[in-house]
């Protein structure tokens, strides 16, 4: 499906937050309000609740972040890793071990620095109010390379437990997104202490990595469990066009850089020019023109019964939340767009734990935001 070229509203000044949309906001299916739980974030970028009803927040200049009772914590949890914080690196996405209320084990993902080039990295730690312990890294992306762009970073546990990490291709090192030697461009998949899963793809296979799930791809910055299916999806960010949603499949090449649906940013033709090529997965769903999109959920709430099933996307560059309207199958059957420049850059959507929508904006300030539905004679 190829979307028509919209017109972007323009944005909010650097370093400034944008105004509370006021009143009701009507969509196709839903009626809903904006609350804003907490701001004086500084660039957000991740979400994760906890099981007591309190929310941590990722800081991208290397914060963990405590939301109590609709509070913000004054003073950071300590014990976090130090990270690369310049340009798009920094502390990054955060989620909690499927034995969490047992273990108290949670997941970060920073880009991290040494000898002068950068990568991304994992690691778990025991989780308190108090502070971070007993650290460990379960991911190194590798090799090291001399880029602060494209880190990539979303983190998401499959039904069986094992996790599924996306690395970028680094801006500068985007041909290597088609060699299984390399975890840049990728999608991998491990268990929760680093190890290697069986039946990984690649397990066994000379020359490639044996973490790889997929390969082929350019900055995903979005990774979901279908509920229904059990599926991991990926979203990631193209150049000029075509950002993709894909539905991932054990060892399938998702074609960056030789096939895509978006131009370089000089608008010559990507790779092969083609957006189809044999062996190539094409994508569920893309943009073009591009909205920058980041964080994804799959609702299966009820608070909002019209969105049940649905996908929700945050997109930075074109300040709004999208949502893919699906059918049973999967497929998309249209997409609405709503608060587009209300808010400012949506960095990460989840779906909380009550059935409402949390997003947060890489602003700042920044801030948690809720969406609550109102009724027709709000």
């Known amino acids: 499906?190829?979307?028509?070229?919209?017109?972007?509203?323009?944005?909010?000044?650097?370093?400034?937050?944008?105004?509370?949309?006021?009143?009701?906001?009507?969509?196709?299916?839903?009626?809903?309000?904006?609350?804003?739980?907490?701001?004086?974030?500084?660039?957000?970028?991740?979400?994760?609740?906890?099981?007591?009803?309190?929310?941590?927040?990722?800081?991208?200049?290397?914060?963990?972040?405590?939301?109590e009772d609709g509070r913000l914590r004054a003073e950071p949890i300590g014990g976090v890793p130090p990270v690369f914080a310049r340009d798009q690196g920094g502390l990054l996405d955060v989620a909690l071990d499927p034995d969490f209320a047992r273990s108290r084990l949670i997941y970060l993902s920073y880009a991290h620095e040494e000898g002068g080039k950068t990568t991304t990295r994992v690691t778990r730690a025991r989780y308190a109010p108090e502070g971070l312990s007993g650290q460990e890294v379960v991911f190194e992306a590798k090799p090291l390379v001399d880029s602060s762009k494209h880190f990539g970073?979303?983190?998401?546990?499959?039904?069986?437990?094992?996790?599924?990490?996306?690395?970028?291709?680094?801006?500068?090192?985007?041909?290597?997104?088609?060699?299984?030697?390399?975890h840049l461009g990728k999608?991998?998949?491990?268990?929760?202490?680093?190890?290697?899963?069986?039946?990984?793809?690649?397990?066994?296979?000379?020359?490639?990595?044996?973490?790889?799930?997929?390969y082929g791809h350019r900055n995903p910055q979005g990774l979901a469990l279908n509920p229904r299916t059990g599926v991991v999806w990926e979203q990631e960010h193209g150049a000029r066009g075509?950002?993709?949603?894909?539905?991932?499949?054990?060892?399938?090449?998702?074609g960056w850089p030789e096939v895509s649906y978006g131009r370089n940013y000089?608008?010559?033709?990507?790779?092969?020019?083609?957006?189809?090529?044999?062996?190539?997965?094409?994508?569920?769903?893309?943009?073009?023109?591009?909205?920058?999109?980041?964080?994804m959920t799959f609702y299966d709430g009820d608070r909002f019964p019209g969105w049940r099933g649905d996908v929700l996307v945050g997109a930075l560059r074109a300040e709004l939340v999208s949502r893919l309207d699906l059918e049973e199958e999967g497929r998309v059957m249209k997409e609405e767009r709503f608060l587009k420049g209300e808010l400012g850059r949506v960095r990460d959507v989840r779906t909380g734990p009550d059935g409402l929508v949390y997003l947060l904006t890489d602003e700042s300030p920044g801030?948690?935001?809720?969406?609550?539905?109102?009724a027709e004679a709000d």
Do not use: C
Request: overall charge negative; cysteine-free; proline content about 7%.
């Open 1 to 67: 499906m190829r979307l028509l070229t919209l017109t972007l509203l323009g944005t909010a000044a650097a370093g400034l937050a944008l105004a509370m949309p006021e009143g009701p906001i009507d969509t196709e299916a839903a009626r809903f309000r904006v609350v804003e739980v907490v701001g004086g974030l500084d660039h957000p970028w991740a979400m994760a609740f906890l099981p007591e009803g309190s929310v941590l927040v990722t800081e991208r200049p290397g914060r963990l972040r405590l939301v």
């Open 153 to 182: 970073s979303r983190l998401a546990f499959g039904r069986d437990g094992t996790l599924y990490v996306t690395v970028g291709d680094r801006f500068s090192e985007r041909e290597q997104a088609q060699s299984l030697g390399s």
């Open 187 to 214: 999608v991998l998949r491990i268990n929760r202490d680093g190890s290697v899963p069986k039946d990984n793809p690649f397990v066994g296979s000379t020359g490639a990595l044996p973490e790889i799930y997929t």
């Open 242 to 254: 075509g950002d993709e949603i894909n539905v991932l499949a054990a060892g399938a090449n998702h």
């Open 266 to 295: 000089d608008f010559t033709a990507i790779g092969s020019g083609k957006t189809a090529a044999p062996g190539v997965e094409q994508p569920l769903f893309y943009w073009d023109p591009s909205i920058a999109p980041s964080g």
């Open 367 to 374: 801030g948690l935001y809720r969406l609550e539905p109102v």
